[in-house]
C-alpha cells in the first residue's frame, strides 16, 4: 500500500522507496512497524551499535505518523496530576521525569540528521471558557513542580494577539512544544539508520510470529531470525498478535488543508506561527504548514471507520473559528488511526523475554513514541528502570472486549463532548 492522499505525502522530501523482503536473514534486533515507535527504536539501537532489521507492511509513516497533526505536544494523554492520583507519588515523580523528553528528542534528531520538516517552535493550549482556563493554570504549575519553566498563560487580550480568533478566553504558551511535517520527520529518521548501517524493508507485512529464542518474524517473502523482537505497528498492527489487539482500540481523526494563503492571511490567523488545540475532550487542532496553508483537524469516528466526507465534519468547526475564511479552497483532506487505551496512558511491555511491545499513546504519540524509542534501547543495554515504570502500569481491556469496545468508548465521548459544550 502506498501513502494516503494527504498534504504530507504531496509535499514530501524526494526519497527512495526501500526495498522489500525477499529472503531469510538474521540480526540483533527486528523492530515491526515503520512509524515513530519502530524509526526511533531502530535509531537508538543503531546508535548504540546493535544490528536492526525494521519491516515495514506499506510505506515508512504510512500510518499515524506519516497523517498527523505535526504538533509537538509534550506530556501525556493524562496528565501527571491524574497519574499521581491514581498510581501515586512513586509512578508519578518517575512518568514525571519523562514527560517533557520525547520533544527534546525530536528537535535533537532534526539537528544531529539535518532533517528538513518545516519545525517550528512554540505551542498554545486554548481555553473555550473559564474552567479550562482554571485547567490550564494548574497544567502550568503541575509542569512547573517537574522543571518545566517554559510556559506562559494568555489572557483573553494576548491570545487574540497571537490567534486571530474571538473563541477563546485565554491561553497556556508551551515555548518548549511545536510542530513538525510529520511524514518528513519519519523519511529523515529512516535515512539516518539506513546511514549508520540499519536495514528497512518495505511492502513486507508480518503475517506470522514464531516465539523463542531467537524469535522469527515471518513475511511473504522471507524471515527474520532475531535475538529481540519489538512489536511496533501500534495502530496498524492489526491482528498479528491478539493480545495486544484486545488492550486498544483504533480512532480515526481528520484533516483538512487549506490552498495556500497570502502572508497577510497567514500572518492575520496565527502571526508567530504556533500551532494550536482547544482544551475540549474532543479536541480541534491546527497550524500553518511550511507553504502557508491552514491545517485544520478534529473529530474522533471511533472503531477506525473512514468517514464518507471528512471536509464535511471539519469545515464547520474551522470556519466556526476563523469566520474570516469563508469561501477558502481545501486542496487535501484525510483520515488516520491512532490507538486509544482505557486508561489513555501509553502500554509498553513484554510478550516473552526477548519480545516487547509499545503502543497506546492516546493522541499523543507525537513525543512519546520517541521517548518509546530511548526507553527500548536502554532496556537491551541492561537499563530496564524507565521502561518498567511504564510496564508496571496496568493494561486494561475495554469493556465487553473488542465487540462492545466502539459502543462503550463512543458513549462516553458523548458525555464529555456535552461537558465540553456546558463548559462544566
Not at 113 to 122: A, E, L, N, S, V
Not at 242 to 271: F, N, W, Y
Not at 397 to 417: C, H, K, L
Amino acid at each position: 500500500m502506498e501513502h494516503v492522499n494527504s498534504y504530507y505525502a504531496a509535499s514530501a522530501n524526494r526519497h527512495e522507496p526501500w526495498p522489500q523482503l525477499t529472503e531469510d536473514i538474521r540480526c540483533d534486533v527486528c523492530v515491526v512497524g515503520g512509524g515513530y515507535t519502530g524509526l526511533s527504536t531502530a535509531l537508538f539501537l543503531v546508535e548504540a551499535g546493535f544490528d536492526v532489521v525494521l519491516l515495514e507492511a506499506s510505506r515508512i509513516g504510512f500510518g499515524a505518523s506519516g497523517r498527523n497533526g505535526g504538533q509537538i505536544v509534550n506530556s501525556y494523554s493524562r496528565d501527571i496530576d491524574v497519574i499521581e492520583a491514581r498510581y501515586g507519588q512513586d509512578t508519578a515523580r518517575m512518568l514525571g521525569s519523562m514527560m517533557f523528553e520525547g520533544g527534546d528528542i525530536i528537535r535533537s534528531r532534526i539537528e544531529q540528521y539535518g532533517i528538513d520538516c518545516d519545525f517550528r517552535p512554540g505551542g498554545i493550549f486554548a481555553a473555550l471558557n473559564p474552567r479550562q482556563l482554571h485547567e490550564l493554570e494548574s497544567q502550568k504549575a503541575n509542569w512547573e513542580r517537574y522543571g518545566h519553566r517554559q510556559l506562559e498563560l494568555l489572557d483573553e487580550r494576548r491570545v487574540r494577539e497571537e490567534i486571530g480568533t474571538e473563541a477563546y478566553v485565554g491561553a497556556l504558551l508551551d515555548h518548549r512544544g511545536g510542530h513538525i511535517h510529520p511524514l518528513n520527520l519519519a523519511l529523515g529518521e529512516a535515512e539516518a539508520i539506513r546511514k549508520l548501517g540499519g536495514r528497512i524493508f518495505e511492502q513486507s507485512a508480518v503475517t506470522q510470529i514464531q516465539y523463542g529464542d531467537p524469535a522469527v518474524a515471518k513475511t511473504a517473502g522471507g524471515s527474520v531470525t532475531a535475538n529481540f523482537l519489538v512489536l511496533a505497528g501500534n495502530a496498524y498492527l492489526g491482528n498479528l498478535e491478539p493480545k495486544l489487539a484486545a488492550k486498544a482500540m483504533p480512532c480515526g481523526t481528520q484533516i483538512v488543508t487549506t490552498e495556500p494563503l497570502s502572508e497577510e492571511q497567514a500572518a492575520s490567523l496565527i502571526p508567530r506561527h504556533y500551532c494550536v488545540e482547544d482544551c475540549n475532550y474532543l479536541l480541534d487542532y491546527y497550524r500553518l504548514t511550511g507553504d502557508n496553508r491552514l491545517l485544520y483537524g478534529g473529530g474522533v469516528v471511533y472503531g477506525a471507520r473512514d468517514p464518507d466526507d471528512i471536509e464535511r465534519l471539519v469545515m464547520p468547526k474551522l470556519l466556526k473559528t476563523f469566520p474570516q475564511l469563508k469561501g477558502v479552497k481545501v486542496d487535501y483532506r484525510w483520515s488516520g488511526n491512532f490507538l486509544l487505551t482505557l486508561s489513555r496512558l501509553p502500554q509498553f511491555g513484554r510478550l516473552e523475554s526477548n519480545v516487547y511491545y509499545m503502543q497506546g499513546y492516546s493522541g499523543h504519540g507525537v513525543t512519546c513514541t520517541h521517548l518509546a524509542g530511548r526507553l527500548l534501547s536502554e532496556v537491551l543495554k541492561g537499563q530496564a528502570e524507565r521502561f518498567d515504570a511504564f510496564a508496571r502500569l496496568p493494561h486494561l481491556p475495554f469493556f465487553g472486549g473488542r465487540r462492545f469496545q466502539v459502543p462503550f468508548t463512543a458513549m462516553g465521548a458523548v458525555y464529555y463532548s456535552l461537558r465540553d459544550k456546558l463548559g462544566v
